[in-house]
């Protein structure tokens, strides 16, 4: 049973154009959510959260959206660079009376190419 | 300087052996976790300690033991190992209690079973 859903295996991109990755959750209890970029033969490493109070997150290039009545966040990046290119994961947490002890659920990952 | 560190980044093996890998990490964090990232590319969490103190035990196989001496070590030991055992292993940490709580992840162990 995933609870975190990336359903595009893959997003290709032309330089200067916006990404949007998407990312869709089924579990309720689900409070803060994460993205990871990952690098091959790297760990993941985080990009940007956003807490379950808000609708949106901003960080330079890179914006999160979210929308709690859909169970769905996206990722902005605009504008898209090649270095942006790797695997983006969405994660999601519980932090609701803080036993979770940051336990992440991911999704399987979208791979983003973005061309010179 | 390297936050996370783990050792070996490659492991091959025979079936039935009963290998370890070690997991270091330098933030002063006091939670780590072990992740599993399959052929299907999910990230899964194994095991969480915290103050190395067992606090996640994701119905693991009883085959797979983490072992932490201390803070900054999480160790995984697996018993006769199975070739669906075979996947990049990640170990990562974080401070819970920060609003962030944002997880610094190791560059993987790859194991590969035969």
């Known amino acids: 049973d995933q609870q975190v859903k990336q359903n595009s295996p893959s997003l290709s991109v032309q330089e200067g154009r916006i990404s949007i990755l998407n990312c869709d959750y089924t579990?309720?209890?689900?409070?803060?959510f994460l993205w990871y970029k990952k690098y091959p033969a790297e760990g993941p490493t985080f990009l940007i959260s956003?807490?379950?109070?808000?609708d949106k997150n901003e960080d330079g290039r890179f914006t999160v959206f979210l929308n709690k009545s859909a169970k769905h966040l996206s990722l902005h990046i605009v504008p898209s660079q090649p270095g942006d290119s790797a695997v983006y994961f969405c994660?999601?947490?519980?932090?609701?009376?803080?036993?979770?002890?940051?336990?992440?659920?991911f999704g399987q990952g979208t791979i983003l190419t973005v061309h010179p | 300087d390297t936050a996370v560190s783990q050792t070996p980044k490659y492991l091959v093996t025979q079936m039935g052996n009963d290998k370890s890998i070690k997991c270091e990490q330098n933030?002063?964090?006091?939670?780590m976790y072990w992740y599993k990232q399959d052929s299907k590319k999910f990230l899964k969490i194994m095991f969480s300690?915290?103050?190395?103190?067992?606090?996640i035990n994701e119905t693991v196989p009883n085959r797979f033991s983490p072992k932490s001496p201390d803070k900054a070590h999480l160790n995984l030991h697996i018993n006769s190992l199975e070739l669906g055992d075979s996947a990049v292993y990640f170990c990562?940490?974080?401070?819970?209690?920060?609003?962030?709580?944002?997880?610094?992840f190791g560059p993987g162990t790859r194991l590969t079973v035969l």
């Open positions: 579990n309720s209890m689900f409070d803060y």
């Open positions: 994660a999601a947490q519980t932090r609701a009376g803080g036993t979770s002890y940051g336990k992440l659920t």
């Open positions: 933030l002063g964090h006091d939670t």
């Open positions: 300690y915290n103050n190395k103190e067992l606090i």
């Open positions: 956003i807490s379950s109070i808000k």
């Open positions: 990562a940490s974080s401070q819970v209690r920060l609003a962030r709580d944002e997880q610094f």
